[in-house]
């Protein structure tokens, strides 16, 4: 009998195993849909009828088995559906088996109310485990107690029970890990063709996007070299790809841009993503301008990090951008130089004298500014016109202009109509003398023709000079005022001269 009963375990326990085969993509859970329940609850009415196929019989009419278990398994898992489905093909293959009859039809019933209690229990808030385990209790006390009832030898009735209940309670025990066991391992193979699923979507649309983006997309490993190239390199940079497979970044960058392209690319690995502009040799040897976004892959194949980089060419956006930025240089230059003679302008003289003045104020140095005029400039317009006195006013202003270049320290400018400055910057009294001097000579060496003139017959000027220790308490204004106050003491003086403020406490002995 210990015999019977065991194969009759062996059996069950099989049979788990391929309703797990047949069954893998129909998962048994309480929240499992209603097809999945009826699948199960109708295997397991099955698998309880094989199990009566093989029944253990122990008198006339009186037979034992593990069917009881079938409809354990399904309630602990499933719920009350699949046990009532089970139990109920039970009962009637217990009539079917062994005919309609009275010795069948307690059985039959028996098998009915265990798939009630067992769904009854299913509904309890309690851990599989433990309702699995109370199933199989009330199961074995109902099939007791038929047992009971339909056998009349004791001892036969104590060998039956003891038997069946040990068989019962340890093949319950195992069968159900085992069903667990199934279950899980179902439950796996399911999450990882879901993940080879998605692996295999994530793959197509990164191929999707590396094969037809107009970005081109690369990976590198730590020491930059390439490990992929998108199909996009042949016209970013006309290279085909294995010209670049297994050669490092900075090979194909402009030697100005080396340092910090490696500085971004350093940046990309420590910190996981980076930005970079550079120029790049493409395959003609000419070099385009790349716009590059670098980012540090999330994990580590073999100890070394991966960067993937996604590059466009910008090579038309920064010529326009140049384009734009030499149009706004030109522009800012025009705003500062004077339309008619080409140097610089009021404006600039403004902006430069409070820059300077600042300057000499924190370096505790002197600034000088230098004023002249053309003396009886308006009696020249008059005598050879308004044409001839704009030639006149460009004539002398480049003159000048090429005795203190932009690049010196001196800013040459026009004051206004005839009148001219001079900003020099850390430059004393006797220095700014000197200066004057040499502008008016300079002037003097054009011999630019003056009929008009009461002084001389060829343009002269008349200069003032004023040098100032800028101070907290004195403003810039004060400076031009004392070389306007020299300009006019030198007009009053009879002109073509050079005047010098000399008022006391402005220049420290």
Known sequence: MLKDFVSNAALLIASFSLMGVLFKDKPLYPTSPLSSKLYWGIC??????????????????????LRHLAIVISGAF??????????????????????????AILPASGAFLTGIVCGFISALNIHRTAKAFIMNLCGLVIISIIFMIRIDNSEILRN?????????LAGGLFGYHFFVFVVDSNETQSQLKHSLIRVKETEERFRLLAEYSSD????????????????????????????LLGKRLETFIHPDDVERTNNMFERALQRGSAESTYRYRSKFGDYVWIESTLKSVPYQEEGEKKVIIVSRNITKRKLTEQKLQEANELLNRLSYMDGLTGIANRRFFDETLLSEWSNALDQHAPITLVMFDIDYFKKYNDSYGHLKGDWCLQTIAQAVNQLFPEHSRGAFCRYGGEEFALI?????????????????DTVHSLKVPHKSSEIAD???????????????????DSLIKEADSALYLSKTRGRNTISINEKPGRIPT
């Open 44 to 65: 397991f009415g099955i698998l309880g009828n094989v199990l009566m196929s093989f029944s253990i019989q122990v008198s006339p009419n009186i037979y034992a088995d």
């Open 424 to 440: 020099l910057p850390s430059t004393d009294r006797e220095k700014g003398l000197q200066a004057a001097q040499q502008l008016k």
């Open 216 to 243: 081109m997309i690369t990976m590198h490993n730590d020491q930059s070299e390439y490990i992929y190239i998108s199909p996009a390199v042949r016209e970013v940079i006309q290279f085909e790809y294995p010209e």
């Open 160 to 168: 039956v029970l003891t038997m069946h209940n040990l068989i019962s």
């Open 458 to 476: 060829i343009i002269t000027l008349s200069i003032g000079i004023a040098t100032m220790y800028p101070t907290k308490s004195i403003l810039p």
């Open 78 to 103: 499933g719920g009350y559906i699949p046990a009532i489905i089970a139990a109920i093909l039970i009962a009637i293959g217990r009539i079917i088996l062994f005919g309609f009859n009275s010795s």
